[in-house]
């Protein structure tokens, strides 16, 4: 039961890099890169901030594949409360 949705669910951690990146470059750009020798860095509270929101938005966008799939597995079918 499931295998499907559990298949797609793998894909979260793929779109939190992915969303995590596009803020660091975006950062990176807007904020202007702060040169230390090594190329451009963020601070710390920049990257919380940025891993904070793509761990938020890989939830927001997997959130309702994980409902569905624990109804399946519950047994409970469309438009019936849940006992």
Known sequence: KGTFTSIILSLNPAIQLGVYEM?????????GPVTDGSGGTISSGAS??????AKFIATIVTYPI???QTRHRAGIKRGEAEP
């Open 48 to 53: 919380f901030v940025n891993s904070f929101l």
């Open 23 to 31: 803020l660091k470059r975006h950062h990176l750009i807007v904020g």
């Open 66 to 68: 994980q409902v569905l």
